[in-house]
């Protein structure tokens, strides 16, 4: 990014008050949450997670193809990364972290599982450090509210998505009470699609197929001549 780019971005953002789970940075009115990081490569790899957030459901939905090339933004333990690996045999799977310990993870599941076409992409806090025009379909689960920099990781994922391809974000529902989830860690439809949709990403549904969690998904645009 350059630097007039990247002062344009940061007058987006605003400082205030931080809460108990929150940073005191704030964008378009939501206050970032604190990162969960390494330590939580345990409650991503739960053997209940599945029963409970229904991620089977999750990686059918996402209707991949064998030849897509997919990236999980904030892949974590890769706990989505192996999954969807499996669905693209011909294609490829990023799986971009900022964490090194988290590519560990992943690096290792990879020799366990012969694994051969999935990548581990080490990202910055504001670059996902994907190819230009690259990636088919980019998946973010849980993670897009502790971005510190979301305006510019959804500009990163913009530049790096085809024409027509798609972003699926994956959030807990905060129009729902009843989901057990921290608020910050949740986010409502409203707030994403006003977010996702500064970059070039239009909205095009919402599935409701999850039981706590909104499948967004967003497409790219082509540039208005």
């Excluded at 996702?196 to 001549?225: C, N």
Aim: proline content about 5%.
């Amino acid at each position: 990014l350059s630097a007039k780019a990247d002062k344009k971005n940061e007058s987006t953002y605003s400082y205030g008050k931080k809460s108990r789970d929150g940073i005191g940075k704030f964008y378009m009115g939501r206050e970032i949450s604190q990162v969960m990081g390494h330590l939580g490569a345990g409650w991503l790899e739960r053997p209940k997670r599945e029963q409970e957030e229904r991620t089977d459901l999750l990686v059918k939905n996402m209707q991949l193809k064998p030849t897509d090339v997919v990236a999980d933004v904030g892949a974590g333990s890769g706990y989505f990364t192996f999954r969807m690996a499996e669905l693209v045999p011909k294609g490829k799977v990023h799986a971009v972290d900022i964490s090194p310990q988290m590519l560990g993870i992943v690096r290792a599941k990879m020799r366990s599982l012969k694994a051969t076409n999935v990548l581990p992409v080490q990202s910055t806090i504001k670059d996902t450090k994907l190819p230009p025009g690259s990636i088919d379909c980019v998946l973010i689960v849980d993670a897009y509210h502790e971005f510190s920099h979301p305006r510019e990781m959804a500009e990163s994922i913009s530049r790096a998505l085809r024409v027509g391809g798609r972003l699926i974000l994956i959030e807990y529902r905060k129009e729902d009470p009843s989901v057990p989830i921290k608020l910050l860690h949740k986010m409502t439809q409203e707030q994403a699609i006003k977010e996702v949709s500064q970059v070039g990403l239009a909205w095009k549904e919402t599935l409701d197929v999850l039981p706590q969690q909104h499948f967004m998904i967003f497409e790219k645009q082509a540039k208005k001549k």
